[in-house]
């Protein structure tokens, strides 16, 4: 079977092409747990499929390096939009790409050798009440500034799904954060049903955040790019960022450009890099 590894920002998966590959949906799990495995696979974040739509140009399904599936997937979304262009399966720069999270847009800007370095992706819209993160909790239906006791530390969560569930918590210091004490204890924390994201921001400047996270499904990575569009909604919501204006979001892999449109919708502009191509041995 053949698979392209790529990344954006440090935020690496392995890519199948199901256009010309078919894998089984019960083995799916199974194989993204394989893949991800840095001693016996190939080694990632997990795993992205790429495949036909009868509502868009292409889907994309993301796997978790645990073998959970996840709604969405912000750097995948950049680098499925390059997969696709760079191989001819769209032809326009603008199109959509269906996840189970919803349909979004991409538009590619690729260079004079028509390779694509960097794409825009309108993420749709957050969703913000309890019941669509979701979050168990009192009848206020914002979740902001919301504080969870996770016993030796209590953390203030602002609340947001781009698709997928993010918890982001706002600090002073972004270099002594307890992210793998508060990381693995939150995302399973019984307030969460499905689990959830959780981001660190530092508010630099208005329009630029330092941000670390802790994945649901993987721990820490150097980059989520729907977190960082979580973050940058929480940052609005709470009064640190205006709307409608380029927010600078600075992750461990590197830098993503988000804006909140007076429009509701959320747009991510970054980086999607090809690492290397190969063929795994289905044993
Ligand atoms: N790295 C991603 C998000 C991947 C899924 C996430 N761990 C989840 O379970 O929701 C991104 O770039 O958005």
Known sequence: MKFTKMHGLGNSYIYIDLFKETIAEESMPKLAIQLADKNRGIGSDGMILIG??????????????????????????????????????????????ETKGGLVEATVHPDEANQVPTVTVNMGKPRLSRSEIPMIGAAVDQVINETIDLGEVSVDVTAVSMG??????????????????????????????????????????????QFRVWERGTGITQACGTGACAAVVASVLNGHSPRNQEVTVHLLGGDLFITWLDNGEVLMNGAAETIFEGEWVIK
């Open 52 to 97: 036909p739509s009868d509502v868009a140009k292409v889907s994309m399904r993301v796997f978790n390096n645990d073998g959970s599936e996840a709604m969405n997937c912000g750097n995948g979304l950049r680098c499925v939009a390059k997969f696709a262009y760079e191989h001819g399966y769209v032809n326009e720069m603008v199109f959509t790409i």
């Open 164 to 209: 997928n569930p993010h918890a982001v918590i706002f600090t002073e210091d972004i270099h002594s954060i307890p992210l793998m004490q508060v990381g693995p204890s939150l995302e399973k924390h019984e307030r969460f049903p499905e689990w959830v994201n959780v981001e660190y921001v530092q508010v630099l400047k208005e329009d630029e955040l």
